[in-house]
């Protein structure tokens, strides 16, 4: 019986099953037939996604990331932390930087490394889209930045930016006591977000500090969002609340994001391996 290996990792707790699709060549239904069952906490290997190394004519690979509801997500910036370590702790890349290609185009990625042990992995996640029609937000162009929406009754304010994925960002004074699992289902769905969207519930801690909830697309809550904590970096830049650097800390751990207006937003956080194993073609 045929088997597919695969790897567990996990960055701040967002998990991943990583395989090697170079060495099967499966196609992405394949991928997107499998995911809720192979994400599955009780009856699958779980995870919060399918992390797919594939073959790329533009860089040395690509990354394909399929959500547990078996949509295909644009980018992920703890997966792709994740791959990172994977091929360069398997030979598979012989450079500390390298690119790798994904559905939101080309990423640079760097181990920083100690005693050639991996500590942490830095990404440039690009410059931040910031056009509603972009992201997408429905309703005329224009940046959504302290926009006014409503749910279940509790009028918030929300900035939207994409970071290769949609995201919402609302702040609020904290995060205590409010039901922003049931909020994050809503608005993900919600009408203003023609392709669904990420949602953060963001509380300020100081000017370079954030702890933040987050309700991924596809995926429900997670321990920890690479796209959207950059996402939070950016719409608190541009509304005058935070200072780049900022420390975002979120359930699984605390990521590093550095963002100017007009350059690339720089990600720094961790990825481990947990183990490995196979299962069932």
């Given amino acids: 019986m045929s088997v597919i290996d695969f790897t ?18 499966l196609d992405q239904f394949y991928f997107a037939d499998r995911a809720p069952r192979l994400c599955h906490r009780h009856f699958g290997i779980g995870a919060d996604g399918l992390a797919i190394i594939e073959r790329s004519k533009k860089a040395p690979f ?22 990172a370590r994977y091929l360069f702790e398997r030979g598979m890349v012989g450079e500390q930087t390298f690119t790798l290609e994904t559905g939101a185009g080309l990423k640079t990625v760097s181990l920083l490394l100690q005693r050639d042990n991996v500590q942490a992995v830095e990404v440039d996640m690009g410059e931040p889209e910031l056009k509603s029609t972009n992201i997408p937000v429905s309703g005329p162009p224009r940046r959504v930045s302290d926009e006014a929406l409503s749910v279940e009754g509790e009028n918030l304010l929300f900035s939207a930016v994409s970071m290769g994925n949609p ?16 909020w994050g289902k809503l608005l ?16 300020a801690l100081g000017e370079q500090e954030v702890k933040v909830k987050v309700w991924e697309r596809g995926v429900g809550p997670t321990l920890a969002c690479g796209t959207g904590a950059c996402a939070v970096v950016v719409a608190g830049v541009l ?17 590093k994001i550095t963002w100017e207006e007009g350059r690339g937003v720089t990600m720094e956080g961790p990825a481990e391996e947990v183990f490995n194993g196979s299962l069932k073609k």
């Fill in 167 to 182: 995201h919402c960002v609302i702040f609020v004074p904290s995060l205590e006591n409010i039901p922003w699992k049931r």
């Fill in 8 to 25: 567990k990792m996990q960055g701040l707790g967002n998990d991943f099953i990583i395989i090697n699709n170079l060495e099967y060549e």
């Fill in 239 to 255: 509304s005058g609340r935070l200072l780049s650097p900022v420390q975002v800390h979120l359930p699984g751990g605390t990521l």
């Fill in 188 to 203: 993900e769905e919600d009408s203003l977000f023609p392709r669904r969207t990420n949602v953060e519930f963001v509380q």
């Fill in 62 to 83: 690509g990354m394909r990331i399929f959500n547990p509801d078996g949509s295909e997500a644009e980018m992920c910036g703890n997966a792709i932390r994740c791959l």
